[in-house]
């Protein structure tokens, strides 16, 4: 058993962690491809336990209760999305929200009121090539202070720059061509990490629409670096909730 702690520097909603962070915190304990369930809001500055369990799985525990878990998985993707570092930041000017009507103004990944340097600041919009298949793109420079021990940028937090994408990706409807506001939380998500990137090294995300069933969203997503090599893959879900349950209150 090892003790993690959310600080409240990654937080996503105001007071629970940032989904991708949080699973990539627990995904750390399991080799190769990963699938973390949330099973509840992680709480931040709070010691929790990270165990393995007798079926060969994992848990995150704040005392008795079971905040997440996960598997080993096989993370496959139907296809893989691209874009240029130029196309990417030209989606990020079409990004879907302004900065006052964001959700999540503080969210470590993606919110416009966290500082460079400190919030990942992941800004995705649509790509304007894909008018029939909704396609979201952001570029992604990862700052110096994101880096573990061997100088690559932590696995925890290329599951973080994969996770919001998905989101906004899921309120794409490919049918009417239209985006919608509705408020998401992440349900699950699965990774599978090729190669991480360096501090400075500028990355391009890919995010896109994969299916709806009620209340259920799903997107997968993909990590580039600038010339085209594919770092890491992400298969999420979210689940539509109310805006009290989004913010925590509910």
């Excluded at 874009?83 to 030209?90: G, V």
């Excluded at 992604?140 to 021990?149: K, R």
């Excluded at 998401?184 to 360096?198: D, H, N, Q, T, V």
């Amino acid at each position: 058993m090892t003790q993690i702690i959310i600080d409240n520097r990654f937080r996503g909603p105001p007071n629970s962690g940032n989904g991708g962070y949080v699973c990539g915190r627990l995904a750390q304990h399991i080799p190769g491809g990963a699938e973390v369930t949330l099973r509840a809001p992680p709480p931040l500055d709070t010691p929790l336990d990270a165990a393995a369990t007798d079926n060969g799985t994992w848990e995150l525990r704040d005392g008795t209760k079971v905040v997440a878990t996960g598997r080993a998985a096989s993370v496959e993707l139907a296809r893989v999305e691209n874009a240029s570092l130029p196309e990417a930041r030209a989606a990020e000017l079409l990004a879907l929200f302004e900065p006052h009507e964001h959700p999540l103004p503080h969210c470590f990944v993606c919110g416009p009121a966290r500082a460079q340097g400190d919030g990942l600041r992941i800004f995705a919009g649509p790509l304007s090539r894909h008018a029939q298949t909704p396609a979201l793109a952001a570029s992604w420079t990862p700052d110096s202070n994101l880096a573990a021990e061997d100088g690559l940028v932590a696995p925890e937090f290329l599951w973080s720059a994969l996770d919001c994408p998905t989101g906004f990706a899921c309120n794409c409807n490919p049918e009417s061509k239209s985006f919608d506001k509705t408020p998401l939380l992440l349900g699950r998500m699965s990774a599978r990490i090729e190669a991480r990137p360096r501090p400075g090294d500028p990355c391009i995300i890919t995010a896109w629409p994969t299916g709806r069933d009620g209340r259920k969203h799903t997107a997968d997503a993909a990590l580039h670096n600038e010339a085209g090599r594919l770092l890491a893959v992400a298969r999420t879900t979210w689940i539509s909730v109310e805006r009290e349950v989004q913010l925590g209150r509910g």
